[in-house]
C-alpha cells in the first residue's frame, strides 16, 4: 500500500469518508472545520491517500495561547479498522512536525478514538508521543443504541429515570425544537441562569453562534427549548453528524419549578426526535467512571447513566513535544487540573 499525506480540500470528499468510518465524534467534521475557522484558528484538514483515496483525515487546528501554541487533532485521525495504523501515524507525525515549524507550536496534542489498551498505548509511544497532563475532550463517553423501539428504550432506562419523565409530563411541560441558530437566544437565557448558579467558565455566545450557525447549514443541528407555563425550564444543544447525535450543550432553571425533573422529559423528547430523524446512535457526551463519586460531574453523569446504554473508554490525550516550551504549558496545566479538582 502506497500512501501519502497533503491537506484535503474537497468538502464532499472529507465527509463521505467520514460518514462511512462513522466516529462517535463531531470533532472530525468539516462543519468542525469552519466553526473553528470562524473563531479564528487556522485549521489543516489533512487527509491520508491511497492513490486518490482518503483512507484517513486528521483535522488539525492551531491553538493560539500566550502559554504556548500547540496543534490539536480532536478526536482524530480516523481511519479503518483494516489501515495499516503504523504507516498513517508515522506520515502524520512527520506532517505535524512539518506544521509546527511554521505555525511556531511548542505540541501536537491528539486525542484518537482508539480504545484504551496496551496496544494502541505502544503505537502511540514509538511515535514519542506522552500522556498529556489534562484531557482536552471527553475520554469515557455514553452512548444510547437509538436503533431500538421506544417501548425498548423507556424499559432500559433506570426505573427513576421513567418515573421523572412522567412527572414533568404530568406537569405540563412541552418541548420545542428549533433546527437553526434562532432557538440560541432562548437557549442562552437558562444558559446563563445555569454557570452562574454552578460557577463554572462557560462558552460564549459567540462561540455558541458560530457552532449553531456552522452546523445548521448542512441542518445538523437541533436546538431544544423545554417549558411549563411559558418559563424555560430546561434546554440543550444537540449537534448531529456521521449518523450521530450528540448532547453537547445543556442548561436548566430550576427556580420557578424546583420539583419538576425537566432535564428527564426534554432528552426523552429529544431521543424520540433523534429517531424520527434517522439517527442511530446518541451520544451523551462526557461521563465520569460510576466510583467517582466525589467528582464535580458525578451527579449529570448518572442522569446520563439513567436513560440505559453503554460506555466507551478512550486512549488519554497525548502529547508530541516539538518545544523546550511545552514544559511551561505542562506545569500550568497540571496546576489548573488539580485546582478544578479533576
Known sequence: MSLSIHPCTDNQQWTTFLDTQAPHTFLQSWEWKTVNESLGHKVIPLGVFEHENLVGAALTICIKARRGSFLLVPHGPVYGETSDAKTIWRLLTEEWRKLAKVQNTVCVRVCPLLTNDEAHQELLHARGFRAAPIHQHPELAWMLDLTQTEDDLLKNARKTTRQSIRKAEEAGMTVEFYSDATGLADFWKVYQTTFT???????????????????????????????????????????????????????????????????????????????????????????????????????????????????EAYLHAQDLIFSPRYWMTWILETLRRKWRGL
Do not use: M
Open 197 to 311: 448558579r454552578q460557577q463554572f467558565t462557560p462558552f460564549s455566545r459567540t462561540y455558541l453562534q458560530k457552532e449553531c450557525d456552522a452546523f445548521a447549514e448542512t441542518s445538523h443541528l437541533l436546538i431544544a427549548i423545554g417549558r411549563i407555563q411559558g418559563h424555560i425550564v430546561s434546554a440543550a444543544i444537540v449537534t448531529l453528524a456521521h449518523g450521530s447525535a450528540f448532547y453537547h450543550h445543556g442548561a436548566s432553571d430550576q427556580s420557578h419549578f424546583p420539583k419538576v425533573p425537566a432535564a428527564h422529559l426534554l432528552q426523552w423528547r429529544i431521543i424520540q426526535e433523534l429517531k424520527r430523524r434517522g439517527c442511530l446512535l446518541y451520544n451523551f457526551w462526557g461521563v465520569v467512571p460510576e466510583t467517582a463519586t466525589k467528582h464535580p460531574w458525578y451527579g449529570l453523569s448518572v442522569f446520563k447513566r439513567g436513560f440505559g446504554g453503554h460506555e
